[in-house]
């Protein structure tokens, strides 16, 4: 009935697999005539903590039953305590809660813009984003990232954006000029292909950034909360940005965003600058406060970095074992696996494959799958969903 109902009455913007789901538990979900599968993609990287962990159920439950909404104009005891948890946590000093990533992305664009406009610096304006980058789909956010084909249709664009090669320093360099205020970027790139940066790269980028007086932006909006390994990714490359977003499993779930600056950034709001109506509600910041004390408990991250390990080996094994598999990377529990699609099955194929035989993985770009599972997966799990792509893999074999 819910596909019927969805086909004749929702917008179709999406290629909706299988059957409706009901349930979910862990790593597991469960639609409605009882198959179970392991999902390998945690809802495009946020459930993070798995479906419907019992502590943050009993957040949310509590706080449904207190308090739900009462607007910005107003103080709320969730959303102190979250910011307070994610500046002690964090280079910030700052946060602006939103509702998802585009959104938060769209107020770091603002915010990066605004800076100098307050300083009368009204030239500099530009923000110059990677090739390959996503980093959402409002106008501003499709207009930062870097790919055409999402692009298509919505034409003209907003000015201002400038697109460069990623892990390529002498085009950023040649790129940055009076007219840029930021340089926005992810520390991995997920829907351009799973691409880390290099850490070379990264800290260049900084220091260029900090020699240039341009705000560096990170979009964390995939890879923050433990999914690269620790908290944050950048952590992991030693550096730090002026400004960083947050959204997707920062609330296992619950629609949030949020934008963390520092100081001297978030100097440029003032009151009445920016806003948002459900921004940062009691409900949503409740959830994001347990999702933040979960994967702060000791050992959790090192956990991750385990399993991230482990997943990878077993992924290169593949590779090593069959020609299909061009090539294997990641930081954490995000990575990919790039196909050579020249002949045989595409990556959507091998996608549609497992999810026949009951695991959730994702394929970008036809030749690249994605794995994105709850950072509390097993190695049995990984295990299980190796041993079914061995089998596809096989069967291309020659």
């Known amino acids: 009935m819910s596909i019927e109902l969805t086909q004749d009455h929702v917008f179709q913007t999406y290629a909706r697999q299988g059957r409706p789901f009901v349930k979910g538990e862990g790593c597991k979900l469960y639609d409605d005539q009882g198959k179970i599968y392991t999902d390998f993609l945690a809802g495009i990287a946020v459930c993070n903590l ?12 509590a706080q449904a039953g207190t308090l739900v909404h009462v607007s910005n104009l107003f103080y709320t005891m969730p959303q102190a305590e979250l910011a307070r948890a994610l500046t002690e946590k964090s280079f910030a000093d700052r946060i602006f809660f939103a509702n998802s990533g585009a959104e938060a992305n769209e107020a770091a664009i ?15 304006f530009k923000i110059v984003t990677m090739q390959q980058s996503f980093h959402g789909r409002t106008m501003a956010t499709l207009s930062a990232t870097g790919q055409d084909k999402i692009k298509k249709g919505f034409y003209p664009l907003l000015d201002g954006f400038v697109h460069v090669p990623f892990n390529d320093i002498e ?5 940055l000029d009076d007219t840029v205020c930021a340089v926005m970027m992810e520390p991995v790139q997920g829907e351009g292909g799973v691409i880390p940066s290099d850490p070379k790269y990264i800290k260049a980028v900084r ?7 341009t705000l560096l932006i990170f979009d964390e909006i995939q890879t923050g909360m433990g999914r690269c390994g620790t908290l944050f990714a950048h952590e992991s490359y030693g550096v730090t940005p002026d400004i960083m977003t947050l959204a997707k499993a920062l609330a296992n779930g619950v629609p949030i965003g949020a934008m963390l600056a520092t100081e001297e950034a978030a100097s440029g709001f003032e009151m009445g600058s920016h806003g948002s109506t459900f921004g940062g509600t009691p409900l949503a910041t409740a959830a994001a406060l347990e999702v933040v004390r979960l994967i702060s408990e000791d ?8 399993k991230s390990a482990y997943f990878l080996a077993q992924l290169n094994g593949l590779k090593e074992k069959h020609k299909k598999v061009v090539d294997v990377r990641g930081k954490g529990l995000l990575i990919g696996m790039e ?34 599972p709850p950072l509390i997966i097993g190695t049995a799990e990984i295990n299980q969903l190796v041993a079914v792509l061995d089998n596809l893999l096989a069967g291309e074999d020659h």
């Open 110 to 124: 603002k915010l990066a813009r605004r800076f100098f406009q307050a300083k009368g610096e009204t030239d500099r």
């Open 50 to 61: 798995g479906h419907c962990h019992p502590d943050i159920t009993a957040a949310i439950s």
């Open 299 to 306: 050992g959790f991250l090192a956990s991750v970095c385990e």
């Open 207 to 213: 220091q260029l950034c900090t020699d240039t007086g």
């Open 171 to 175: 085009a950023l360099k040649a790129a």
């Open 339 to 372: 196909l050579d699609v020249s002949k045989g099955k595409t990556a959507s194929e091998y996608m549609a494959e497992c999810f026949k035989k009951g695991f959730i993985i994702n394929a970008i770009q036809d030749k690249i799958l994605r794995f994105a």
